[in-house]
């Protein structure tokens, strides 16, 4: 069970959005890049760092900020999502040292588009599907389409995505727990990975992950938890490899 902390940037700094609204956010820190020192330095085995303003203008925004953090970490997978669209910006990041790259809205509104990129950067594509009562929403959160998110992920995995990021809207940033329910109801229906994602929150959280790991969940992102300190992002870590063990 692969926990990963995330950072979020916003005009160059590490913030957090409460359901993603881009004028409801709280600033953590004006340094990303020491912030995901903070995690690398607690056991962090993957980051994850979404660029809010270029998922809102549909182009990268924060790209400098993102090589800085995967130039200082070379030895730590970087998930990246937030406005990558087309095939340059996808090729700009692996050559920075990215591992992986989050295609979001583009995978909705233009499906082909998923397939080329599979093909073009094998096992370095990951679809974040951000989910309200079951639809897919786009452009930062701000628009819900008609797409049922289990209906095109399978596309996707027949497509060759590496995984898919399944965040649940409504508990993003609110702190009040996992819709767990939800996000096994969507991994049953693939063979790949699936990451939790909106209300990880305390270590009860974690046991409730691990226990569904059978399910196809291999992980979860978690940011305002770690950053307000109702989850000890070390502690989560060692508590879900202790109980992976285990089971």
């Not at 995978?107 to 093909?119: G, N, Q």
């Not at 209906?151 to 702190?175: L, N, P, Q, S, Y």
């Not at 109801?185 to 691990?210: M, P, Y």
């Amino acid at each position: 069970m692969l926990l990963i902390p995330a950072i979020d940037i916003k005009d160059g700094k590490c913030v957090r959005l409460r359901q993603g609204r881009m004028d409801d956010d709280t600033v953590y820190s004006d340094d990303p890049v020491a912030i995901a020192a903070r995690w690398v330095e607690a056991g962090a085995r993957r980051i994850h760092v979404v660029d809010l303003n270029g998922a809102v203008e549909g182009k990268p925004v924060n790209s400098a900020v993102v090589r800085e953090i995967a130039s200082a970490f070379p030895h730590v997978p970087i998930q990246v999502g937030g406005g990558i669209r087309d095939e340059d910006t996808i090729q700009t990041y692996l050559n920075a040292g990215v591992r992986y790259v989050i295609i979001g809205t583009k995978a909705v509104t233009a499906p082909h588009f998923i397939s080329d990129i599979c093909l073009e950067f094998p096992g370095h594509i990951m679809v974040g599907l951000d989910v309200r009562d079951g639809k897919v929403a786009i452009e930062g959160w701000s628009k819900l389409s008609r797409h049922d998110a289990a209906d095109i992920a399978v596309k996707f995995e027949e497509d060759g995505v590496e995984a898919f990021i399944f965040t649940d809207i409504r508990r993003d940033g609110m702190m009040n727990g996992l819709n767990l329910d939800a996000t096994i109801e969507f991994a049953r229906n693939l063979r790949i990975q699936v990451f939790a994602s909106g209300g990880v929150t305390n270590l009860d959280d974690i046991r409730a992950l691990v226990a569904a790991e059978p399910e196809g969940i291999a992980g979860a992102i978690t940011g305002r938890a770690i950053y307000e300190g109702s989850l000890d992002f070390k502690v989560a870590q060692a508590l879900a490899d202790e109980l992976s063990a285990a089971s």
